[in-house]
């Protein structure tokens, strides 16, 4: 797999600076050193540069090729190396094929940084140079620094050859279909990101490790329990939340009803509240998020169809902040299932960075005439030559078109399937 390495902004913040060079807006590393740090200390993860270990031979084409291919992109694009600073790429043992983004002052910068997954380009040269230009594609465009999943959605569907097969007819003029992409771009965050049955896990809040709703409950807990609690039946509630708290985290699932159940015993805790709702909101949320929750309250609270429904209720009913936050979390999945919904995700195709990626890529091994690779490459992984092919001639025959050919493998993996890859690095081919 060819993955873009996303970290979550919202609240991983790199305390570790270091003198950094940044050109043009790019974090720029220089030294191995550099590199591994950023690996260990600011990622904290175990990834180890294998290049060192390679046979001479092999160190010496991969240098070869990093330069040609970083040479094409300057020439092809006409930049300067202080426009498009040399990108530092390390084959790697315990991570995939990645570029990277990072914190710098709080702001999400691209960094040079390319890992190709000693595991992914195996011992193939093809494959090296394919990913390579690949990862290049996603540095070269700072996908990292973009936060939106799919650029712009469908409107560079165009892009993607698709008049002649007919794709996409009448999804760029669709207004509605936009705002609801939009907004699924912008969600996509709230939800469990390993999800491959996404619909069906909607109704439920899963919390994994690290994900926001985690991330949110464990800060209340410390928010909550470093206070003081002064009379006994504050002592109770106190370790009556803390429990519920706990158990939240623990099951790593909860429904509606739970919220309800939990509603029950903050009420009944009234006293020992933890600051008013909108502090919390305000402690959790940039201001453009939440301060929107606390308007018009009543009148949402009347209109079941309103995405904060439940949420404007819950004010309305003056719950614990505790409970109002809950409530927030189901009714955004809520509203995320009703937005899937009503997508006619069988009618659509993504433009997402991934198809950037490759688009960009294939344009530049085929100034070094090394576009071979990349179908190579789709052919190979998709471990079935001749499946991939009859696939390609059913894509161009009978336009048929299926979901997941353009969505990928889960609706978070903006991949396209490598025999979709595999059929449109043909066509481009073919219409060369
Ligand atoms: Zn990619």
Request: hydrophobic residues 35%; aromatic residues 14%.
């Amino acid at each position: 797999m060819i993955r873009i390495l996303f970290l979550p902004t919202l609240f991983l913040f790199s305390c570790y600076t270091q003198a950094a060079t940044v050109i043009n807006d790019y974090f720029v590393f220089e030294t191995q050193k550099e590199v591994n740090i950023y690996y260990h200390r600011v990622l904290g993860l175990k990834i180890f540069s294998i290049v060192k270990k390679l046979p001479q031979q092999r160190q010496d084409f991969f240098r070869e090729k990093t330069k040609e291919i970083y040479q094409t992109y300057l020439d092809q694009y006409q930049l300067t190396e202080k426009e498009f600073p040399k990108p530092f790429v390390d084959i790697v043992s315990g991570f995939h094929s990645a570029s990277f983004s990072r914190h710098v002052r709080g702001k999400v910068m691209q960094t040079n940084l390319i890992t190709l997954g000693k595991d992914e380009i195996k011992d193939d040269p093809d494959m090296l140079i394919a990913v390579l230009a690949h990862e290049m594609a996603h540095y070269f465009h700072r996908h990292g620094s973009i936060q939106s999943k799919y650029l712009k959605a469908n409107q560079e569907t165009n892009l993607e050859l698709n008049q002649e097969n007919n794709y996409g007819e009448g999804i760029i003029n669709d207004s509605k279909l936009q705002t609801q992409l939009n907004y699924l771009d912008k969600m996509h965050y709230y939800l469990e990101p390993e999800s491959s049955n996404y619909l069906a896990n909607l109704p439920k809040i899963r919390i994994t490790p690290k994900s926001v709703p985690d991330q949110i409950l464990n800060s209340l807990a410390d928010y909550e329990f470093n206070t003081q609690a002064y009379t006994v039946d504050q002592k109770i509630c106190r370790s009556e939340v803390k429990t519920i708290l706990h158990n939240i985290r623990k099951a790593s699932s909860f429904t509606y009803n739970d919220i309800q159940e939990l509603s029950y015993t903050l009420k009944r805790c009234e006293l020992y509240r933890i600051g008013s709702t909108q502090e919390i909101f305000s402690h959790f949320y940039a201001k453009e998020n939440y301060k929107h929750l606390f308007e018009n309250t009543k009148q949402k609270a009347q209109d079941p169809e309103h995405a904060n429904y439940l949420t404007a209720k819950s004010i309305i009913n003056k719950d614990h902040p505790l409970t109002v936050m809950l409530t927030h979390f189901y009714s955004q999945r809520k509203a995320v299932k009703k937005a899937l919904e009503q997508i006619q995700f069988d009618k659509l195709i993504f433009f997402s960075k991934e198809n950037q990626a490759d688009i960009t890529s294939f344009g530049i091994l085929e100034s070094l005439n090394l576009e071979y690779t990349i179908l190579k490459t789709h052919q190979f992984h998709s471990q079935a030559d001749e499946s991939c092919e009859e696939l390609s001639q059913e894509f161009s025959i009978s336009r048929q078109r299926k979901n997941s050919f353009y969505y990928g493998d889960s609706f978070f993996n903006s991949h396209n399937a490598q025999c979709w890859r595999y059929y449109r690095a043909k066509t481009m081919q073919e219409k060369k």
